[in-house]
């Protein structure tokens, strides 16, 4: 069984907030587990969201769920052991729908702080 690496320990940045209404569209709302809220970016070419967890911390999974007609058509999940630069763990390519997509792959063991999915 999974659970959330989230804590109220991790700080969490992103790229934009629709309209800047942190209140509707604000990143308190990415793990809110509230279906009726979200985040919402503004437009660009790329959005992102960090995640700076308080400890080393083992992804072995995604789960990401978009309004149907706004996803990403890629991501990419970048992390960093330490202070170390950012770099590539995997792409994916999410469905264009509001339904909860989860991705598994088996090479992502041992990657830390922070963690930054990209390209939304």
């Not at 960090?50 to 978009?66: A, D, G, M, W």
């Amino acid at each position: 069984m999974t659970h959330s690496l989230v804590c109220p320990d991790t700080v969490s940045r992103v790229s934009s907030v629709l309209n800047r209404n942190t209140r509707q569209f604000g990143k308190k709302h990415l793990f809110d587990q509230d279906e009726e809220t979200c985040w919402n970016s503004d437009q660009g070419p790329s959005q992102w969201v960090i995640l700076e967890f308080p400890q080393r911390v083992c992804v072995s999974q995604l789960q990401i769920q978009f309004q149907g007609g706004f996803s990403s058509r890629r991501g990419c999940l970048e992390g960093s052991q330490g202070s170390e630069a950012l770099g590539k763990i995997v792409d994916f390519y999410p469905e264009d729908n509001n339904s909860l997509q989860i991705s598994c792959p088996s090479l992502w063991g041992g990657w830390s702080v922070p963690l930054k999915a990209v390209g939304w």
